[in-house]
């Protein structure tokens, strides 16, 4: 097995994004989330629905064998270095030695094969699948050496380790705990379990025995404050340190706070309302153009998000692995109604468009309170699409219930487009166009993960099948690069912006990390 120089790191403190002994003040951290955090299982559906808290707290109270820094780098955590094959089918992990799970369980290559069945299995594991169905198998070699096989060459593996269901879990936990493990998580990280009031407050305690340093509070405390002004209230007053999902309109007036410090991040979430393509009018790519004509971004952006968004020009974000520009959609209503003409669409009595006596109408989803503005962009959608002659419904959702309209089988959607914004939380672009754009397997039954428009096209599958397969970083950021190209000539979305991550903290606190993938993490965080 040859030892490749790219994948060969040191044991570098400097690198391990650990807890400096730094300052000694006592006292806990308060965050005040927008959403509460419901489980802290790597292996739980319900982390990804509770987004970003579901997992901010997981990079807390576990490790992976690699994790990001701050750029979304990967860097070494668990795992002290790494090889792979000449396949590229099996890698090879060297792991930390010292180090104990917060419930007293030692960390060896037990624990790591455990985490890693208990991952791949899709019978504990109904999560995140995309990442982790491509691992065959994992072996422990010796007491501090695994190795992890894929059934063909998986260029994003390391990625998968470093996601947040990568944290690693101890295995006597599991077993005592079962179901309940969620909601009393040990892992290895800075911080350990102490209390969880669900929809209400998370407490975790200093881990005084980290292999990474001494962490910088006693405890960090995550409340859910749902309302925004309640949140910024709370941070001014000086009863939360730091507090997220900052509405743009508020940025100015806690940047003349001088207690206060806002972080605006542009993130990897790009947002859009996706066709229904299983809806007819849908089927026509001139309809579907028209669309995305119809939109006059920046004026969205400046009114709504106060500039704090960027308009997209490709399905992923200029900052996630695989983005090439292609060509952003102008506002051109002309061409719009020119390409609705031209499909058939003419225009009524009333100003609606009709095709065969029926005029165009359609219904548009969207949650309510869940996505950044998702009522106001939604209204303002419509507006455009009243002006092309489309007259649009709009259906508003509680956030709890949004999921269920979207994974379902092809005759039992009741939308024609819906709002969404999809985070590659691994930060590869493979793992979003394949999410959304790779063809479900059949059509009798839930999508495969987040195709839920069911848009399919052989090429884009061969594309997004060969990148999957190159670990070569630069062959996979080309075939990536062709697979967006063809996603949006196709147009099975009127794609929109990706969003800026706004936190806001107290100006004393240190070294708060806010990930690009919308987490805040607050592993290194000092007083």
Request: charged fraction near 20%; aromatic fraction near 12%; proline fraction near 8%.
């Amino acid at each position: 097995m040859k030892l490749r120089a790219a994948f060969r790191f040191a044991i570098a403190a400097v690198l391990l994004g650990s807890v400096s002994a730094g300052a000694q003040v006592d006292r806990p951290l308060v965050y005040a989330q927008n959403v509460p955090v419901t489980s802290m299982d790597t292996a739980s559906a319900a982390v990804g629905t509770v987004y970003p808290a579901g997992y901010e707290p997981m990079f807390l109270v576990y490790d992976n064998l690699a994790g990001f820094n701050n750029k979304m780098q990967i860097v070494p955590q668990l795992a002290t270095e790494w090889s792979v094959s000449r396949d590229d089918l099996t890698w090879t992990f060297r792991l930390r030695r010292g180090v104990t799970f917060h419930d007293g369980t030692p960390f060896n290559a037990d624990a790591v094969v455990f985490h890693i069945q208990r991952q791949i299995d899709p019978g504990t594991n109904r999560s995140n699948r995309v990442l982790w169905d491509p691992i065959s198998s994992v072996r422990k070699v010796d007491d501090f050496t695994v190795e992890i096989s894929t059934r063909k060459p998986y260029g994003a593996l390391l990625n998968t380790l470093a996601h947040g269901s990568g944290g690693i879990v101890s295995p006597t936990a599991v077993r005592r705990l079962g179901d309940g493990f969620g909601r009393a998580p040990v892992g290895t990280g800075p911080y350990a379990f102490e209390r969880l009031d669900v929809g209400t407050e998370l407490v975790l305690r200093r881990n005084d025995h980290y292999w990474g340093g001494r962490p910088g509070f006693s405890q960090i405390i995550m409340r859910h404050i749902p309302d925004p002004t309640t949140r910024i209230a709370l941070l001014v007053g000086g009863r939360a340190d730091i507090i997220n999902a900052v509405p743009p309109e508020n940025v100015a007036e806690l940047q003349r706070n001088p207690n206060v410090e806002v972080i605006a991040q542009p993130a990897l979430r790009t947002f859009g309302f996706a066709f229904n393509l299983n809806r007819p009018f849908f089927q026509d790519v001139r309809v579907r153009h028209a669309f995305n004509y119809s939109v006059n971004r920046g004026p969205v952006i400046k009114a709504i998000f106060k500039d704090y968004a960027t308009p997209i020009d490709s399905p992923l974000s200029p900052f996630t692995f695989g983005y090439a520009p292609i060509s952003a959609w102008p506002y051109d209503v002309d061409r719009a109604k020119a390409l609705l003409a031209e499909a058939g669409w003419r225009p009524g009595p009333d100003g609606v468009v009709r095709k065969d006596g029926k005029a165009f109408e359609i219904s548009v989803l969207t949650p309510i309170g869940m996505l950044p503005k998702d009522i106001e962009v939604t209204q303002a959608f419509q507006h455009f699409l009243r002006v092309i002659g489309v007259r649009a419904t709009i259906n508003r959702v509680e956030p709890a219930a949004f999921w269920d309209f979207l994974r379902v089988p092809p005759d039992r959607i009741a939308w024609d487009m819906v709002l969404f914004g999809f985070n590659p939380s691994n930060a590869d672009g493979w793992y979003q166009l394949s999410a959304l754009y790779e063809s479900n397997p059949t059509r009798d039954a839930l999508p495969r993960q987040w195709n839920f428009t069911w848009y399919s096209n052989p090429g884009v599958d061969k594309l997004l099948n060969q990148a999957e397969q190159t670990v070569d970083l630069a062959k996979r950021g080309q075939f990536l690069a062709s697979a967006a190209r063809t996603i949006w000539n196709d147009a099975p979305w009127v794609w929109l912006y990706a969003e800026n991550v706004i936190v806001a903290k107290r100006k004393e606190i240190k070294n708060v990390e806010v990930w690009p993938v919308i987490f805040t993490v607050l592993r290194n965080a000092q007083p």
